[in-house]
T-cell receptor, first 116, second 113 residues
Framework: AQTVTQSQPEMSVQEAETVTLSCTYD???????LFWYKQPPSRQMILVIR??????QNATENRFSVNFQKAAKSFSLKISDSQLGDAAMYFC?????????????FGKGTKLTVNP | DGGITQSPKYLFRKEGQNVTLSCEQN?????MYWYRQDPGQGLRLIYY???????QKGDIAEGYSVSREKKESFPLTVTSAQKNPTAFYLC????????????FGPGTRLLVL
């Protein structure tokens, strides 16, 4: 079964600094998708970034980028120039390609605090 | 505006009562999902539907039921058989196809009186 592990229950960063959130996953599949979602205090899950496993290039969305290491089954999220609005729970998630249940398998999350 | 709506925002259930959570989307998405979130946990899949009039159980379907009579709507009923229903419930939808991104609604908080 696929599992997703986020080893950092909590992280903190100073405003304008850079922080990296860790995620590892376990799968025997070669084709899959990885996501980072943000859950602010409102509790709505918001997509931050996605990565296709067949792409070697790391995904980037403005201040958010990933370090995808397929052989190591690692998918870390880097937030540059951290802002107060980045404070939230961050969830790493894995999804099988079509043909499976299409479900997302989530880690338990990392709570990010941004200090002014 | 296009999006996913869930209602109510808060719901209270009495012992032995069935309650229904609403999820509606106007994104023209084929697939819809229900997840449950407990404190300190990630999300777990309850049910999903990839097409109208068809749905499948997820990892924790016991004590829940769903219907998919319309493409836009995927209501979740929490039955009296669900002994620990207190949780945050999130509905999501996506287009059909490989690895499509799931987009989430604002959630419903269910509490037991």
């Amino acid at each position: 079964a696929q599992t997703v592990t986020q080893s950092q229950p909590e992280m903190s960063v100073q405003e304008a600094e850079t922080v990296t959130l860790s995620c590892t996953y376990d799968t025997s599949e070669s084709d899959y998708y990885l996501f980072w979602y943000k859950q602010p205090p409102s509790r709505q899950m918001i997509l931050v970034i996605r990565q296709e496993a067949y792409k070697q290039q790391n995904a980037t969305e403005n201040r958010f980028s990933v370090n995808f290491q397929k052989a190591a089954k690692s998918f870390s999220l880097k937030i540059s120039d951290s802002q107060l609005g980045d404070a939230a729970m961050y969830f790493c998630a894995y999804r099988l390609p079509q043909g499976g249940s299409e479900k997302l398998v989530f880690g338990k999350g990392t709570k990010l605090t941004v200090n002014p | 505006d296009g999006g996913i709506t869930q209602s109510p925002k808060y719901l209270f259930r009495k012992e032995g009562q069935n309650v229904t959570l609403s999820c509606e989307q106007n994104l023209n998405h084929d697939a819809m999902y229900w997840y449950r979130q407990d404190p300190g946990q990630g999300l777990r899949l309850i049910y999903y539907s990839q097409i109208v009039n068809d749905f499948q159980k997820g990892d924790i379907a016991e004590g829940y039921s769903v219907s998919r009579e319309k493409k836009e709507s995927f209501p979740l009923t929490v039955t009296s058989a669900q002994k620990n229903p207190t949780a945050f419930y999130l509905c999501a939808s996506s287009t059909a196809g490989t690895g499509k991104t799931q987009y989430f609604g604002p959630g419903t908080r269910l509490l037991v009186l």
